[in-house]
T-cell receptor, first 110, second 113 residues
């Protein structure tokens, strides 16, 4: 089946820094999604991407659908304490089920 | 934002008990899903449904069963709980048509003693 590799696995940054994470696939996707999960909660949808090359922003978050359709990137600018959590990418192809990445754990150092 | 509710949020119970985890959504979504997730780890699909009376097993083998008698309700049942079932169970739903994003409930954290 399809696999999604997400990197980095974890990040330790200071408040105010910018964050970049990415997701790569062994095969193409038609849709890329980015979710954030806080401890003890379910994942919350941040950004959905539907077209290769698409660049979409949601406040301080920006995500891009890679032109090869095999990767996606998420950037967070000027991080704040509430950005702490685990970020998951997910991909869709046709009627197949959603495939999730392995997650990036973001920690902000005081 | 989809309204999807899971109960209970936390459950600690002894081995051998029958357990039902509830999931309900009020958005009229046809598609519903159950995922199993260990803390901080990736999500594994264990069951899904594309409509009433439709249920399928997911990628991760699970001893649980599901039913879909009503569009809004997708309960998951464990007939005889074991410590290996200890995990977080997340329910999600999405509209029919194309590659629509899934919206998640807050999960049930299950601990089997």
């Amino acid at each position: 089946g399809q696999q999604l590799n997400q990197s980095p696995q974890s990040m330790f940054i200071q408040e105010g820094e910018d964050v970049s994470m990415n997701c790569t696939s062994s095969s193409i996707f038609n849709t890329w999604l980015w979710y954030k999960q806080d401890p003890g909660e379910g994942p919350v949808l941040l950004i959905a991407l539907y077209k290769a090359g698409e660049l979409t922003s949601n406040g301080r978050l920006t995500a891009q659908f890679g032109i090869t359709r095999k990767d996606s990137f998420l950037n967070i600018s000027a991080s704040i304490p509430s950005d702490v959590g685990i970020y998951f990418c997910a991909g869709h192809f046709g009627n197949e089920k959603l495939t999730f990445g392995t997650g990036t754990r973001l920690t902000i150092i005081p | 934002e989809a309204d999807i509710y899971q109960t209970p949020r936390y459950l600690v119970i002894g081995t051998g008990k029958k357990i039902t985890l509830e999931c309900s959504q009020t958005m009229g979504h046809d598609k519903m899903y159950w995922y199993q997730q260990d803390p901080g780890m990736e999500l594994h699909l264990i069951h899904y449904s594309y409509g009433v009376n439709s249920t399928e097993k997911g990628d991760l083998s699970s001893e649980s069963t599901v039913s879909r008698i009503r569009t809004e309700h997708f309960p998951l049942t464990l007939e005889s709980a074991r410590p290996s079932h200890t995990s977080q169970y997340l329910c999600a739903s999405s509209p029919t048509g194309g590659e629509q994003p899934q919206h998640f409930g807050d999960g049930t954290r299950l601990s089997i003693l």
